[in-house]
């Protein structure tokens, strides 16, 4: 239901892109982004963008991370660039209804997660 790519290990300061395909999902009216989860800690919404657009970003990737969607190939890409010692994480792609806050208990499907790792 989803295919995602572009994890892996990368050094501080260095540059990952996340893609997410729903090819059996339709994107329209649907909100799509990631969420990550490090070791020990609860999953936290990092970036979402919706079908009309509208972009959230959690304060700590603000400036580094870059979301956007390409409707016709239904997927969705996430630039993180300057990627820091608290960034590493599985990170999810979900899809939640347009309108709905980006928060755990909307999320209507999840993707398999793909790890980033930074270390040097």
């Known amino acids: 239901q989803f295919v995602e790519s572009g994890g892996g290990l990368v050094q501080p300061g260095g540059s990952l892109r996340l893609s997410c395909r729903v090819p059996?999902?339709?994107?329209?009216?649907?909100?799509i982004g990631w969420f990550r989860q490090a070791p020990g800690k609860e999953r936290e919404g990092v970036s979402s963008i919706s079908s009309d657009g509208s972009i959230y970003y959690v304060d700590s990737v603000k400036g580094r991370f870059t979301i956007s969607r390409d409707n016709a190939m239904n997927t969705a890409y996430l630039q993180m660039n300057n990627l820091k010692p608290e960034d590493p994480a599985v990170y999810y792609c979900?899809?939640?209804?347009?309108?709905?806050?980006?928060?755990?208990?909307?999320?209507?499907?999840w993707g398999q997660g793909t790890q980033v790792t930074v270390s040097s």
């Open positions: 059996e999902i339709t994107l329209d009216y649907n909100t």
């Open positions: 979900a899809i939640a209804s347009d309108g709905d806050t980006w928060l755990y208990p909307n999320i209507r499907a």
